[in-house]
């Protein structure tokens, strides 16, 4: 099981019987796989088809952002068999609007009889070179508690977390109304509309990724029906002339007692008032179709789009059910180079600040490395690393990675210093500047897969 022959060059011979190389469209079916009893919820001798799919077609459909030898396979070197593997997926995100390349890590796993021998750790230094070769600044990954601290990443950005609703808050039409607003399937001839849509809602966000038309090509046509990428996005457009006002997207899963919305935007000019009892209607009787694998239907719906929506401030109360949202790991592994890229974001919000034309030094204490901060007239000037000492402990301290908490919005400088006694800042006019420049703001990413 799993195994498999390729003309793939070894990486690297790892000793105790097992190599190190890159994977080629031959491995897909040996992947699938692995992967779908890897990261199979109901455990390994119940393959989870849905990921299995999603593998299958990163090897054998052409994707617009990875190759076919873009996971890493730790494999025995006499029968092929495959014992641990994980991939990269090269993708563009923006930071107020500034893009920067991402390498997302996926579908990371490891027999459990191969587990505690730093495999993972040894393909991750694989990946992140090559994620440095591409000249990707930040690698980004979703994942288990806790376990990607280990490899530099920390939880830097909200992942989903949303607001849910039952019947009793959806309104019903009154007698002899009409629906005033009809869903059907996206289409290809859509991906227009769906590309300005999703360009309104990022405005929304601090950082959020880019879906060229080619993705969005590759998402509605070329993807497995079955694989967990495959989001079912619909239009939402007026009955009384097709005109269309907006989109929904459902994810190719669900909980057991929820039916999930992923994104959901109206365009500009359109009321949110009038459509959201149209869209409301429509997930109802989703919620109550038999779920395909347990045969039960659904008791809720939940708008699962991060912790500021339109929908939300719209509904309020009649979204009781409150989803707290998870968190993408973020690394940045050369960090003066990131503010640097990003400078003219932090330039903007000082100028629209009361720090407007700030001159000055801020140095920024990791405890065992750090940075200096230098503006002239509202212009970061110099980013660079720098070590404290005991004579000169910086302007401010946060410890191991919590910086990157505040770099990307994930948390208030106010909210990190409740959290860790050992985050501090000297004087009320840096704690200003640092509120300025790395504002808690909601970003609401949609990583490519």
Same mark, same amino acid.
């Given at each position: ?130 994620? $440095? %070769?591409? !000249?990707?600044? &930040?690698? =980004?990954?979703?994942?288990?508690? #806790?376990?990607? +601290?280990?490899?530099?990443?920390? @939880? ?82 007026? $009955? %009384?002339? !097709?005109?269309? &006002?907006? =989109?929904?997207?459902?994810?190719? #899963?669900?909980? +057991?007692?929820?039916?999930?919305? @992923? ?187």
């Amino acid at each position: 099981m799993n195994s498999i022959t390729t003309h793939q060059p070894i990486l690297r011979d790892l000793g105790d019987g097992l190599i190190l190389r890159r994977s080629s469209p031959a491995d897909a079916d040996a992947l699938a796989d692995f992967c779908g009893r890897i990261h199979s919820d109901e455990g390994f001798d119940h393959p989870d088809l849905r990921i299995a799919a999603w593998t299958r077609d990163l090897l054998t459909k052409p994707h617009p952002t990875f190759q076919p030898d873009d996971f890493s396979v730790v494999a025995e070197a006499a029968t092929g068999r495959i014992v641990s593997t994980l991939n990269l997926i090269s993708q563009t995100w923006t930071y107020e609007g500034i893009p920067f390349g991402v390498g997302r890590p996926e579908l990371v796993g490891t027999l459990p009889e191969y587990r505690n021998r730093g495999l993972v750790r040894l393909q991750m230094d694989e990946v992140h070179r090559w994620s $440095a %070769a591409r !000249g990707q600044m &930040v690698q =980004a990954i979703t994942g288990i508690p #806790y376990y990607y +601290r280990l490899f530099g990443y920390e @939880m830097g950005l909200d992942l989903d977390g949303g607001r849910g609703g039952f019947a009793p808050s959806i309104p019903a039409l009154k007698d002899g109304e009409l629906e005033p607003f009809s869903i059907r399937p996206a289409t290809e001839a859509d991906i227009p509309f769906l590309m300005d849509l999703y360009q309104q809602a990022a405005a929304r966000s601090e950082v959020y990724a880019v879906r060229p038309e080619a993705m969005w090509r590759y998402d509605l046509l070329e993807r497995s029906p079955s694989s967990v990428g495959r989001g079912a996005w619909e239009i939402i457009e007026r $009955a %009384a002339d !097709g005109d269309p &006002v907006g =989109a929904l997207m459902r994810p190719n #899963y669900a909980s +057991r007692d929820t039916l999930f919305v @992923m994104r959901y935007e109206l365009k500009a000019g359109v009321s949110w008032l009038e459509v959201n009892p149209s869209v409301l209607r429509h997930l109802w009787p989703l919620c109550q179709t038999p779920d395909p694998e347990t045969g039960k239907v659904r008791t809720a719906y939940t708008f699962l789009l991060g912790q500021e929506h339109p929908v939300y401030a719209l509904m309020g109360a009649s979204l009781p059910q409150i989803r707290k949202p998870y968190a993408w790991y973020a690394r940045v592994p050369d960090l003066p180079a990131f503010l640097r890229h990003i400078a003219p974001a932090l330039e903007t919000r000082l100028e629209r600040s009361i720090a407007v034309g700030y001159s000055g030094e801020m140095k920024i204490s990791f405890y065992k490395t750090g940075l200096r901060l230098v503006f002239e007239r509202g212009k970061l000037v110099t980013v660079e690393g720098w070590r404290p000492a005991p004579e000169d402990d910086g302007h401010a301290a946060f410890p191991d990675l919590t910086f990157l908490q505040i770099l990307f919005g994930y948390r208030s400088l106010q909210e990190l210093r409740l959290s860790f006694a050992d985050c501090w800042w000297q004087t009320e006019t840096i704690r200003a500047l640092l509120e300025i420049l790395f504002p808690k703001k909601n970003s609401s990413v949609l990583g490519i897969m």
